[in-house]
C-alpha cells in the first residue's frame, strides 16, 4: 500500500490524486483500522503496543503517537491544534515522539530518544550523572540532589529557587537587598558573581577562561560529553554530545539559540527564551508580571504578607512586620531626632537620617554606595578606610576607620556618667540613673517598681541569659544579657546578624542570639527551664522534679496526679503562683508587668 515500484500481490492501492487531504487521511485510516484489526495475532509484535495513545490511529500511521488525535480536520494522530515541533519541557525532543513530555530528558546515553529522565546503568563506561534528574549533570550541578526549578532564575545552577526575588530591579537573580548594582545585571562569569554588577574578565587572567577539552566550540562547564567533540548536525547541537553519526542537517531542526525552540517555530531565533512560565512557547526571552509579589502601598512589605495592603505601614518598632499604621504606646518614649526609623536608642549617627542604601542600613548612619568603590562592602570608601580590605565592624568604637575592632569593657571608652549601667551613648537620661524594674529598663530612665538586675546591665535577672555577666552593648544580641563579639562579618549579610545570608533562613531579620536555635538566622524564644520535661515550665510546675502525668486531671500543675498537693503546695486560681506565696489565691494574676509576682489582679497604675 503506496510502497514506490511493483505493487505485490493482495496489496490495495488508495486513489489519492485530486482528493482532498481529509478524504486521503479518512482513505489512509480506513484501510490501517481495517488491516490492524484483519492482521493474525502477533502480525504487528514487530510494532510493539498497536496504539499507545489509545486515540485509534495505529502507531504504523500515527504521526504523533503520545498525543491523542482529536478528529478535526486532517487525521494524521496529532491534534489539530498540534504546533510541529512543540517540546513543552525543552528537552530537545518534540512532544509529538517524548514519552515524558513534561519531565525533561537526562541526557546520559541511556535512552536519551525517549525523552524521559532515567538514571544510566552501571555499564563501566564513563556517563554524565545526573542524580536528581533535572538536566543538568551532577558534574555542573549546585544541587546534585535537588531537581532545579526552570523558571528563568539560575536555570543553569542545577538548584531550585522561587519565581522572582521579593524585589530583583535588574532581574539578574541577586535580591536587591544584597544586589551592589541593583539596576544593572550581573554578567555571571565566575568573577564576583554575587555582588549583583556587570564585570568583565580581562584577557590575561587564565584562571577564569573555560577550558574546552574537545574543541567543539562548548566550553566544559556547558559541555556534556567534554572529551567527545559535537557533530553539528542541528540535532541538540548546544549539548556537546555526538549524535547520531552521519546524520543529514535538517534545516526544520536548527535551533541557532539553544533554547530548545527549533528556529522555523522560533520568534526570537537569536534570543534565547528564559523558561518563566510565561510565553515559553514563543523563543523570546520576556519578564513575568509579579502580581503576586506587588507592594500596592510601597511600605516595603509584599501584599501576600501585608495584613494593610492599601495603607502604609508606620516603622516605629511597634509590629512593624505587619504592614499595618500604628501608633507607639503612651508612656513610651521612643525619639526619633533625624526620621530615618531607627530610634536614637540604637542610631549609631542620630542626627544624621539612614540613606538605605543596601549597606548597613539599620546602623542608621548614611553610607556610600558601594558602586563607587568599596572592596569590602563596609560603607567606607577605600580612599578614606585604613582597611580597604577587611569590613569595619561598626560597633560604635572608632567606626569611621574602616577596620574591624573589638570594644573593651572599660568606662573611658563607654562613659557612664550616671552609674547606671547604661554608656551614655545609649542612655537618655545619662545624668539620672535607671531603676531597674522591668519597664523601659534599657532606656536608662528612671521610672516605677523594683526588680533584681545582679550584673547591673540593665537587663532584670528573669530576662537576662547571663544574670552575673554584663552585657556587652556592640548591636549584636544586646537584648540576651549576654557578653558577646562581633562575629567575622559574612560575604552576604542583609541584616548584619553576622549569619551569611545563603544559610540564613531569615535573611532580613537579625537572629536575636538567646542560647536557643541561634543558627538558623531567625529570631526566637527560648524556651523556659522545665527540669522534669513534662511541658509545664519550671516557674508554673508545682512538682518541678516530678513529670505531670497528663491524664486529663489537672494537667496544668505539673504533679502526678497520685501525688497529693499540701494546701502551701496547691494553686488554687492556676496563675502559677503557689497558694503559700499567692496574696489572692482565689484570685488570678493579671500579668501586666506591674506586680506581678503577689498573685493579685490589678490595673498599671496611670500616670
Same mark, same amino acid.
Given at each position: ?28 485510516l480506513l484501510v490501517a483500522v ?24 495505529? %502507531?504504523?500511521?500515527?504521526? #504523533? $503517537? ?98 522572582? $526575588? ?14 551592589? #548594582? ?91 527564551? %528564559? ?161 531597674? %524594674? ?19 546591665d540593665g537587663i532584670p535577672n528573669d530576662m ?17 544579657? #549576654? ?30 542570639? %538567646? ?84 498573685? #493579685? ?7
Amino acid at each position: 500500500m503506496g510502497a514506490p515500484g511493483p505493487n505485490p500481490p493482495r496489496s490495495l492501492i488508495i486513489p489519492h490524486r485530486g482528493r482532498s487531504a481529509v478524504m486521503r487521511s479518512y482513505w489512509a485510516l480506513l484501510v490501517a483500522v481495517t488491516l490492524v484489526a484483519s492482521a493474525p495475532a502477533g502480525a504487528l509484535a514487530q510494532y510493539g503496543d498497536s496504539d499507545i495513545d489509545s486515540d485509534g490511529v495505529p %502507531n504504523a500511521i500515527d504521526s #504523533c $503517537p503520545h498525543v491523542r488525535e482529536d478528529f478535526e480536520g486532517e487525521i494524521d494522530g496529532c491534534p489539530s491544534d498540534f504546533v510541529q515541533w512543540q517540546d513543552s519541557d525543552a528537552d530537545g525532543i518534540e512532544d509529538r515522539v517524548d514519552e515524558c513530555p513534561a519531565a525533561r530528558e537526562t541526557y546520559n546515553r541511556h535512552l536519551d530518544a525517549d525523552g524521559c529522565p532515567d538514571r544510566a546503568p552501571d555499564t563501566g563506561r564513563s556517563v554524565t550523572v545526573d542524580t536528581d534528574g533535572d538536566g543538568v549533570i551532577d558534574m555542573l550541578d549546585v544541587c546534585p540532589t535537588t531537581p532545579e526549578t526552570p523558571n528563568g532564575i539560575l536555570d543553569g545552577d542545577g538548584c531550585p529557587d522561587g519565581m522572582a $526575588p521579593a524585589t530583583d530591579n535588574d532581574e539578574d537573580g541577586v535580591p536587591d537587598g544584597v544586589d551592589a #548594582c541593583p539596576f544593572e545585571q550581573e554578567t555571571y562569569n565566575r568573577h564576583m558573581d554575587g555582588d549583583g554588577c556587570p564585570d568583565e574578565v580581562e584577557d590575561e587572567r587564565a584562571q577564569f577562561e573555560f577550558p574546552d577539552a574537545d574543541g567543539d566550540g562548548i566550553d566544559d562547564r556547558w559541555d556534556q560529553c567534554p572529551n567527545e567533540a559535537e557533530n553539528r548536525n542541528s540535532y541538540l547541537d548546544g549539548d556537546g554530545c555526538p549524535d547520531e553519526p552521519g546524520a543529514e542537517s535538517d534545516a526544520a531542526m536548527a535551533d541557532s539559540d539553544f533554547d530548545g525552540i527549533p528556529d522555523s517555530e522560533d520568534a526570537c531565533p537569536e534570543d534565547r527564551e %528564559n523558561f518563566n512560565r510565561h510565553l515559553d512557547e514563543d523563543g523570546c526571552p520576556d519578564t513575568l508580571d509579579l502580581t503576586t509579589s506587588a507592594d500596592t502601598d510601597l511600605d516595603g512589605i509584599l501584599d501576600s504578607v501585608d495584613m494593610c495592603v492599601l495603607v502604609a505601614e508606620v516603622y516605629n518598632m511597634v509590629d512593624d512586620e505587619d504592614g499595618c499604621p500604628d501608633t507607639v504606646p503612651v508612656g513610651i518614649n521612643t525619639p526619633d531626632s533625624d526620621g530615618d526609623g531607627i530610634f536614637d536608642a540604637v542610631d549609631t549617627c542620630p542626627i544624621t537620617p539612614e540613606n538605605r542604601n543596601g549597606v548597613l542600613d539599620t546602623d542608621g548612619c548614611p553610607d556610600s554606595d558601594p558602586i563607587v568603590g568599596d572592596s569590602d562592602v563596609d560603607g567606607i570608601p577605600d580612599d578614606r578606610d585604613e582597611c580597604p580590605m577587611e569590613p569595619e565592624t561598626h560597633n560604635r568604637f572608632e567606626d569611621g576607620d574602616g577596620c574591624p575592632d573589638f570594644v573593651a569593657d572599660d568606662r573611658e571608652q563607654n562613659p557612664d556618667t550616671d552609674g547606671d549601667g547604661l554608656p551614655d551613648r545609649l542612655d537618655l537620661c545619662p545624668s539620672v540613673p535607671e531603676t531597674r %524594674n522591668g519597664i523601659l529598663d534599657t532606656d536608662g530612665c528612671p521610672d516605677r517598681g523594683t526588680v533584681p538586675d545582679t550584673d547591673g546591665d540593665g537587663i532584670p535577672n528573669d530576662m537576662d541569659a547571663c544574670p552575673s555577666q554584663l552585657e556587652t552593648f556592640n548591636m549584636i544580641d544586646d537584648s540576651d544579657g #549576654c557578653p558577646d563579639e562581633t562575629p567575622a562579618t559574612a560575604v552576604n549579610d542583609a541584616d548584619g546578624d553576622g549569619i551569611d545570608d545563603i544559610s540564613d533562613m531569615c535573611a532580613l531579620v537579625p537572629e536575636n542570639r %538567646n542560647g536557643y536555635m541561634d543558627d538558623d538566622g531567625c529570631p526566637d524564644i527560648r524556651p523556659p527551664p522545665d527540669a522534669d520535661s513534662d511541658g509545664v515550665p519550671d516557674g508554673a510546675d508545682a512538682c518541678p522534679e516530678m513529670e505531670e502525668t497528663r491524664n486529663g486531671y489537672m494537667d496544668a500543675d505539673g504533679c502526678p496526679d497520685e501525688l497529693a498537693l499540701s494546701d502551701d503546695q496547691a494553686d488554687t486560681d492556676n496563675d502559677g503562683i503557689r497558694n503559700s506565696a499567692d496574696e489572692c489565691p482565689s484570685e488570678p494574676e493579671t500579668w501586666n508587668k506591674f506586680a506581678d509576682d503577689d498573685g #493579685c489582679p490589678d490595673s498599671f497604675p496611670e500616670g
